[in-house]
């Protein structure tokens, strides 16, 4: 077995499988009550006896968290892109962002809850505030760091700002790009998730909050494995394209 296969494929799993048992023998040597830190095993049946519900709170939770992302990716990378091409853009903008960057996203939940209403647009809009930021920072990061003799050569053969911008600048932040999204990615899980349990009727986060009131705390560990595995699986989608379309900038 390579090393490769052994690092990316075979460690994350003995990794997981270790914290698990870990983590289930930890409950019965101190014989801790489930209605404080439920074994795996037991998360494992809740999911297994109340996988429909979860499934459909689950699907809530990705539909507002990619939503979300999606309007992320297209205020950030449109942001970022006048941001790291634009010094008068930036010396505007940044200190603004990283001010609003600042504010805790949950504070935000009441003002939108009053602005929509319960449901699913505060949790998209939290996922999409959340989320936007690091894109921003990294397309213009990305896009500010193109050498001057790019730019030089590029002039000197006659191209304008435009074509610089499309043949330089834009492949050169294809990797901070995929960077950021794969942090994105996980904020707007956060922020779906932290909507969901102050003002929704619907979502992982709804199902955790009312599960919590119960004391039915195996379901609070469900949906949180929940979020997690989906949060995985997405990143994992993420780093797929980026190994595609950023090959040429991997080193080694």
């Known amino acids: 077995m390579s090393d490769w296969l052994l690092s990316r494929r075979v460690l994350p799993w003995l990794v997981t499988l270790a914290t698990f048992l870990l983590w289930e023998g930890l409950v019965h040597a101190f014989s801790i009550q489930s209605f404080i830190l439920p074994p795996p095993s037991l998360v494992a049946s809740t999911l297994a006896a109340q996988w429909e519900p979860i499934f459909e709170h689950s699907l809530q939770t990705l539909m507002t968290t990619l939503v979300g992302l999606a309007l992320a990716v ?41 602005w929509f209403g319960i449901g699913t647009v505060p949790a998209i809009l939290t996922a999409f505030l959340i989320s936007f930021f690091p894109i921003v920072v990294n397309i213009a990061t990305g896009l500010a760091t193109v050498e001057p003799e790019l730019n030089d050569l590029m002039r000197s053969l006659g191209a304008n700002r435009l074509t610089v911008l499309q043949k330089v600048g834009l492949p050169r932040t294809l990797p901070y790009f995929f960077a950021a999204l794969k942090v994105a990615v996980t904020l707007a899980f956060v922020g779906s998730v932290i909507s969901e349990t102050v003002a929704a009727n619907a979502g992982v986060g709804y199902m955790m909050m009312v599960a919590g009131s119960r004391f039915e705390v195996p379901l609070v560990f469900a949906g949180l494995v929940v979020v997690g595995a989906m949060g995985i699986v997405l990143y994992q989608i993420f780093e797929w394209l980026e190994r595609r379309l950023t090959f040429w900038a991997a080193r080694g």
Not at 76 to 102: C, D, H, I, Q
């Open 74 to 114: 297209g205020f950030g990378v449109g942001l970022g892109l006048a941001v790291g091409a634009s010094e008068r853009v930036y010396s505007g903008l940044y200190p603004l962002l990283v001010a609003f960057n600042s504010i805790p996203k949950v504070a935000l939940v009441p003002i939108l809850v009053i």
